[in-house]
């Protein structure tokens, strides 16, 4: 029988099994791991993955060793819960990435920790700082940084964050490297939660509709993405080939 909590892997990548009634434990035990020991920065690394994160960590060797040292890696597409069962048997739980930043940040709030923000335009992250805080007061904004930096302004921010030293730093698009950013700047900022969530600060400032949660649980929340770029439907061909995958390592 499974341990309440344990990481497993799929197709070669790390999954973790938290249950939810079990996450504010979880996010306590490394809170807790955070104090008593100095650990590497990428032990701290949470990572929303998807299922087209999984296949990059398949073949991107940066991304895969980002994803393999993470504290905790949360799977939010309906296709790795499924993909899991076939091959392994395992159930894994499944997050909708909003609802996931928003209990981290109820559980951080408490104790009164603090918080950095990396990405989105100048406007949007205003609003979305002013939202954050208004709806957790208690947490402490150390900094927001908008996105698009230029590469000579991009040491400078590294190093306040540094210096800042906040419990948690949300990343969102407009960073240079995207998703990569983390992978490739972690061991220049200071132990902490790290999280990547593209579209994050678009959702908290309502530039942007998150997906609504029967279309999250129904698996629909990719109909939107292909609304808005036509061109995701050419998604199909690595779906496809997840798919083989599957077949391959549920037979060998």
């Known amino acids: 029988?499974?341990?309440?909590?344990?990481r497993i892997l799929l197709l070669k990548v790390?999954?973790?099994i938290i249950p939810p009634e079990e996450f504010p434990k979880v996010i306590d035990r490394l809170l807790l791991t955070q104090k008593r020991s100095p650990l590497p920065p990428a032990s701290c690394d949470i990572v929303l993955l998807s299922l087209w994160d999984l296949l990059k960590a398949?073949?991107?060797?940066?991304?895969?060793?980002?994803?393999?040292?993470?504290?905790?890696?949360?799977?939010?597409?309906?296709?790795?819960?499924?993909?899991?069962?076939?091959?392994?048997?395992?159930k894994v739980y499944r997050y909708m990435p909003f609802h996931f930043v928003i209990s981290l940040l109820s559980l951080l709030e408490p104790r009164e920790l603090s918080l950095c923000l990396l990405g989105a335009k100048p406007q949007v992250l205003r609003v979305a700082e002013r939202n954050i805080q208004t709806t957790f007061p208690g947490i402490k904004i150390l900094g927001r940084y908008s996105g698009g930096l230029r590469k000579q302004e991009e040491g400078a921010v590294i190093e306040a964050i540094r210096k800042a030293a906040?419990?948690?730093?949300?990343?969102?698009?407009?960073?240079?490297g995207s998703e990569h950013w983390i992978a490739r700047n972690g061991?220049?900022?200071?132990?902490?939660?790290?999280?990547?969530?593209?579209?994050?600060?678009?959702?908290?400032?309502?530039?942007?509709?998150?997906?609504?949660?029967?279309?999250?649980?129904?698996?629909?929340?990719?109909?939107?993405?292909?609304?808005?770029?036509?061109?995701?439907?050419?998604?199909?061909?690595?779906?496809?080939?997840y798919k083989v995958l599957l077949i391959f390592y549920r037979i060998f």
């Open 166 to 176: 906040p419990s948690l730093l949300l990343v969102g698009k407009g960073t240079r």
């Open 1 to 6: 029988m499974d341990t309440p909590t344990s």
């Open 187 to 241: 061991n220049l900022l200071s132990p902490g939660f790290r999280l990547w969530c593209s579209d994050l600060f678009e959702v908290f400032a309502e530039k942007r509709q998150r997906p609504t949660d029967t279309a999250f649980e129904k698996g629909l929340e990719g109909i939107s993405f292909i609304l808005q770029n036509p061109f995701k439907i050419f998604r199909i061909i690595p779906y496809l080939w």
């Open 58 to 90: 398949r073949r991107n060797r940066e991304y895969r060793n980002y994803v393999l040292n993470a504290a905790l890696v949360i799977p939010i597409s309906k296709s790795l819960v499924s993909g899991t069962r076939f091959v392994t048997g395992k």
């Open 14 to 16: 790390p999954l973790d």
